[in-house]
């Protein structure tokens, strides 16, 4: 059983609260390439789920990619959804870990009381051969989410320049090839490489080979084996904040706080005043 103070939650315990209709679930699938992932939700998902759309829950319009919202407007999307701040929330997505995590820390930045993550997603789920539904989702009653804001982790453009040479660490979530600008963005415009001194810790090194996190020793040893100092503050990026919620869950897991630069490198590499190394 999955210890219930911690962001994760295993198949097992989902399972038991689903059985007895404790909690909200939300399938919070996203894809980088595009994909539709409603799509793919009225093919197959949990019984119960709620579908959220990332881009629908972000700032409508910032010229950044899902960038975070008014409060106003996350709390008007999730109190359509049925979601109320003191709800007990689950978040899974399609790929295992990928975009539940961006939910999971947008949820409690706005207040959300009781959310976690289904450690292993779908995937994991399919693979245990618990049931999955198809069809469209349904229209659940409005709530209302009184929504309260928490700016305290999330970093801005100038907080990161102002880190940059101080004993603030950069920690970026994307594949090492991006990271090193040998594999150009999937943006326009935006140019390759990396922040400065930045640490590189794609996230699929916190994952077993299952999709589940890794946890404990093991975990801290992913992030110290990029020469993280855990006794520093750490800044988390990735190519436009999602992927870097992954770290930010993984630090948490480890009992360490830490800020999201939610402008990530869709901002920073589309710049001219921001400096580059490849």
């Known amino acids: 059983m999955t210890n219930p103070a911690s962001p994760m939650i295993s198949t097992e315990e989902l399972a038991a609260l689903l059985d007895r209709g404790a909690l909200k679930l939300v399938d919070g699938s996203w894809w980088l390439d595009g994909r539709d992932a409603y799509a793919d939700y009225k093919v197959?998902?949990?019984?119960g789920a709620i579908f959220l759309d990332l881009e629908q829950i972000s700032a409508p319009?910032?010229?950044?990619?899902?960038t975070l919202p008014s409060p106003d407007h996350?709390?008007?999307?999730v109190g359509k959804a049925g979601i109320s701040r003191n709800d007990t929330i689950v978040v899974y997505d399609a790929q295992g870990l990928f975009s539940a995590a961006r939910?999971?820390?947008?949820?409690?930045?706005?207040?959300a009381?009781?959310?976690r993550i289904l450690d292993g997603g779908l995937p994991k789920w399919k693979a245990e051969g618990r049931p999955t539904v198809s069809g469209p989702a349904g229209t659940p009653d409005a709530v209302i989410f009184d929504a309260v804001f928490n700016e305290d982790?999330?970093?801005?453009?100038d907080d990161v320049k102002t880190a940059l040479g101080s004993t603030t660490q950069i920690l970026d979530a994307r594949g090492s090839a991006r990271f090193n600008g040998s594999m150009p963005e999937p943006r326009a415009g935006v140019r390759s490489g990396h922040m400065p001194g930045a640490f590189n810790l794609p996230f699929g090194q916190l994952l077993n080979p299952d999709g589940t996190i890794k946890n404990g020793p093991e975990l801290e040893a992913a992030f110290r084996s990029v020469g993280l100092d855990m006794n520093r503050?750490?800044?988390?990026?990735?190519?436009?904040?999602?992927?870097?919620a992954i770290l930010t869950l993984g630090l948490t897991l480890l009992g360490k706080s830490s800020r999201l630069y939610d402008g990530s490198w869709s901002e920073w590499g589309s710049r001219t005043d921001t400096p580059i190394q490849p």
């Open 113 to 115: 009381n009781h959310v």
């Open 233 to 244: 503050p750490v800044i988390t990026t990735c190519g436009s904040g999602v992927t870097a």
């Open 61 to 66: 319009d910032s010229p950044l990619p899902h």
């Open 44 to 47: 197959e998902h949990i019984d």
């Open 153 to 157: 982790p999330v970093s801005s453009l």
């Open 103 to 111: 939910f999971w820390w947008m949820f409690k930045l706005y207040g």
């Open 74 to 77: 996350f709390a008007t999307v």
